[in-house]
């Protein structure tokens, strides 16, 4: 099994390549394979892809993945991942009763936060249901003098953006808190 890093070692292009997840990244590598000439499989749990998206992205993002020759599945889920020893295929078996076969297989479902033992709890860090650090569009926390960057703010994973989440957290942290920048745009929330 891949992850979005992971992929990038790989030694030789699958034949036939599973993705576990429709969001930007799992969108990506479809996109990117398929055109490699891998036959790509991408399952989605929720109903469209790119789920932050509205339906009109979904349906273009589909639509050019499906020119592309990937097998789009919406709105079925993994019950069981495992290879089969036989024939050392990658098997998904989905909640629908029905399974997939691929020679790889790249989960793309989505990072999740350390933020568990941090005890964020007893500084007055607000957390999301999911374990993401509660930001307003400046990256300040619930706490005073505290910002959050990064995987833990749950802020968009891509790596383009990063540059922008640091430069924006040191500083609104080097002035005085609650001090607007006339430099520094607010993060777009979405």
Do not use: K, N
């Not at 969108?27 to 000439?37: L, T």
């Not at 891998?38 to 050019?64: F, M, N």
């Amino acid at each position: 099994m891949w992850t979005s890093g992971t992929i990038l070692e790989l030694q030789r292009m699958p034949e036939r390549l599973l993705i576990l997840g429709g969001g930007y990244v799992g969108c990506e590598f479809a996109s990117m394979f398929a055109i490699f000439g891998s036959h790509v499989t991408l399952l989605q749990g929720p109903d469209q892809l790119l789920p932050r998206e509205d339906a009109d992205i979904d349906a273009a993002v589909s639509e050019v993945l499906t020119t592309q020759g990937v097998d789009v599945r919406v709105g079925v889920r993994a019950t069981e991942v495992r290879r089969d020893a036989a024939t050392g295929e990658v098997v998904v078996l989905l909640d629908d009763g029905s399974s997939v076969r691929g020679e790889e297989l790249l989960a793309a479902t989505g990072r999740s936060p350390v933020t568990s033992e941090l005890a964020l709890d007893t500084t007055g860090v607000e957390l999301t249901d999911r374990g993401f650090v509660v930001v307003d569009d400046h990256l300040r926390a619930t706490a005073d003098y505290v910002w959050a960057a990064g995987d833990v703010a749950g802020s968009p994973q891509a790596r383009s953006s990063r540059p922008f989440r640091w430069r924006c957290s040191v500083d609104f942290s080097m002035r005085p808190y609650g001090t607007p920048s006339s430099r520094t745009p607010a993060w777009p929330r979405g």
